[in-house]
């Protein structure tokens, strides 16, 4: 049986993590996601992907210790996207929606942090417990000191404490936190919107953010004025953005193509 369920719905791709009971990833789990976000990132026709847990209490307590404990290295192979197939995929240009189920540590936690947005049941959890099983939160430790006040991201990951959906929200680590009986709903209005705007802009957007992380402002404007960045030479060669400047001049929505 599959770790994972996948649907698609017209440009959107949504993934559940199905593996009981927690939705632990192993390196199996691992690369089977890493395929599927492989198949998201490749597909032209998909422009926005959706990530949840199956059930109500976990969206996934991140690395499986028990795989681990029977032969699993840490440092195996996690497949195409590194750990749960998003942390270290390569040219993700589209954007990814995590809608947090329930309880995300460790690894889960730094799964959703991989994601673009982030949407939280109102009984969600979070916490980096590695420091507790001796080991680094590694991926965490890079990027919540960017996300969040550097004081409270370190307070997270020197201690390993718990927190509530409410105390995610207000250090803006999640967008919104909606009742649980409403979150895959709204996942799929927001996904909706998404994929109903221009994919070239997004695709460029997401190359830009990438590239001018730990870039001066300057050399970073100069590369996208230059149209060093791919995506961006891409989209102001396009049809689209001849077509947005076309709508907006005949007072009409654009239709976007992605070319």
């Known amino acids: 049986m599959s770790p994972i369920k996948t ?4 440009a959107i791709f949504e993934v559940i993590l199905d593996r009981p009971k927690a939705n632990a990833i192993d390196l199996a789990t691992s690369r089977v996601m890493g395929e599927a976000f492989a198949e998201f990132r ?8 959706i990530l949840t847990g199956a059930g109500e209490k976990f969206f996934c ?5 028990k795989a681990a404990a029977g032969g699993d290295a840490v440092d195996g192979d996690y497949g195409v996207g590194g750990f749960g197939g998003l942390q270290e995929l390569r040219d993700l240009n589209k954007p990814v929606i995590a809608a947090v189920n329930g309880i995300a540590c460790g690894g889960g936690l730094e799964l959703a942090l ?22 680094v939160a590694d991926a965490a430790s890079i990027k919540l000191p960017k996300r969040i006040p550097y004081h409270i991201a370190m307070e997270l990951l020197l201690t390993g404490r718990w927190f509530d959906a409410e ?8 967008n919104e936190i909606i009742a649980p009986d409403q979150l895959m709903d709204r996942a799929w209005e927001l ?25 001066k402002f ?21 049809e689209d953005q001849l077509e947005g400047a076309r709508a907006f001049a005949e007072k009409r929505d654009p239709v976007w193509k992605g070319r």
Do not use: C
């Open 167 to 174: 105390e995610a929200h207000r250090w803006g680590l999640v």
């Open 114 to 135: 991989s994601a673009d947005m982030i949407l939280a049941a109102d009984h969600a959890t979070f916490a980096l417990p590695e420091i507790r099983s001796g080991t």
């Open 191 to 215: 996904a909706r919107l998404l994929a109903s705007g221009p994919p070239l802009v997004y695709a460029a957007i997401k190359e830009v953010v990438r590239d001018a992380e730990d870039s």
């Open 61 to 65: 307590p991140g690395w499986d210790l």
């Open 7 to 10: 649907r698609r719905d017209g």
């Open 218 to 238: 300057q050399d970073a404007m100069n590369r996208i004025t230059t149209r060093q960045l791919r995506t961006v030479d891409v989209l102001y060669g396009s």
């Open 42 to 49: 490749d597909d032209p026709e998909l422009r926005v992907a």
